[in-house]
C-alpha cells in the first residue's frame, strides 16, 4: 500500500463526502496545517490521516497508515472502523503500549437551532485567561487522565491563548465561577465541532450546561449549518445534555491512548 501527501483540493474533495466525522481533517487542510498522508484506489483518494502526537484517520483503507505510527504519538482517534483498522494493521508485535481504548463513542450533531437559553454566555478575551486555563486543564483531566500542565505548562497555556486568539473560546462565568465553558476543535464552512464541554464541578447538576450549550449552538448555527461532537458513551450526564437540547446521533468515534 502506498501512502503520498494529497493536494489541497483532493483532500477536500474526500472531505466534503463526510463533512461532520472529517471536519478535523478539512480545519486541518483549510488552515493549512497538520501532515497530511493519503492512500488512493484505482486512482481515488480513498483514505487520509493526520500523523502527529494524535493520529486522526479517517476512510476506507486506513490499515495503509499503520507504518507512520510511533512512539511519539499519544492517541489514535477518529471514527470507529478507520482507528479500528489503523489499530489492527498494527498487530501485537508493533502495537505501542495502551492505556485505554475508547470504542462506541457517540456523535452528536444539531442542524436547527435549539430554544434560547438565555445565559450570559460570551466569547472568550485574554481578560479570562487566567480563568480558563485550570478549567482547560481540569477538563483536560477528566477526559483524558492526564494533567497537561505537568507534561508541557507552557505549551498548553499558549494553546489556550490561542483558542482565544482565534474566537474558538466561549464561556459563562459568575463572579469567577465558570457555569460553563467550551472550544472548538475545528471549525469548517460545514460544521463546527466542539470539545471540553465543561461546567466547574461546584455548579453541576443546576441545568447550567444545557442552557448555554443552547445559546452556544444558536449563535454557531446562526454561521454554519452543523455543530457536532463526540462524548463517551458511559457519561450519561453529558449525553442527557446533549440530546435534551436536541442533538441527534450520528456514528462513533474510537479513543485509543496510548
Avoid at 442542524?111 to 450570559?120: L, S, V, Y
Avoid at 454561521?223 to 457536532?228: F, G, L
Avoid at 442527557?240 to 441527534?248: L, P, T
Wanted: glycine share 8%.
Amino acid at each position: 500500500m502506498t501512502v503520498f501527501t494529497p493536494d489541497r483540493q483532493a483532500l477536500l474533495d474526500f472531505c466534503v463526502e463526510d463533512p461532520i466525522e472529517r471536519v478535523f481533517i478539512e480545519d486541518l487542510v483549510r488552515r493549512g496545517g497538520g501532515r497530511l498522508s493519503g492512500f488512493a484506489d484505482e486512482g481515488r483518494l480513498v483514505a487520509v490521516a493526520h500523523i502527529g502526537i494524535n493520529v486522526v484517520p479517517s476512510g476506507r483503507g486506513c490499515a495503509a497508515f499503520a507504518e507512520l505510527v510511533d512512539a511519539h504519538s499519544r492517541m489514535i482517534i477518529g471514527d470507529e472502523s478507520a482507528v479500528g483498522e489503523l489499530w489492527d494493521a498494527l498487530g501485537e508485535r508493533r502495537r505501542p503500549r495502551l492505556r485505554e481504548d475508547r470504542p462506541g463513542q457517540p456523535v452528536f450533531v444539531i442542524e436547527e437551532a435549539p430554544k434560547a437559553g438565555e445565559t450570559g454566555l460570551r466569547e472568550a478575551t485574554l481578560d479570562d485567561l487566567e480563568l480558563l486555563v485550570p478549567a482547560c486543564a481540569a477538563a483536560h483531566r477528566e477526559e483524558l487522565g492526564s494533567d497537561p500542565m505537568r507534561r508541557d505548562a507552557d505549551g498548553f497555556r499558549w494553546r489556550t491563548r490561542a483558542q482565544i486568539d482565534e474566537g474558538r473560546s466561549w464561556l459563562w462565568e459568575q463572579d469567577g465561577t465558570i457555569l460553563f465553558k467550551a472550544e472548538a476543535s475545528a471549525w469548517t464552512p460545514s460544521a463546527v465541532q466542539l470539545q471540553q464541554v465543561w461546567v466547574d464541578p461546584e455548579a453541576r447538576h443546576r441545568g447550567y450546561a444545557q442552557r448555554a450549550l443552547r445559546d452556544l449552538c444558536r449563535r454557531l448555527l446562526a454561521e454554519t449549518p452543523a455543530v457536532c461532537l463526540f462524548v463517551r458513551p458511559e457519561n450519561a450526564p453529558a449525553i442527557h445534555v446533549y440530546e435534551k437540547i436536541g442533538m441527534e446521533r450520528r456514528g462513533s468515534y474510537r479513543s485509543v491512548l496510548l
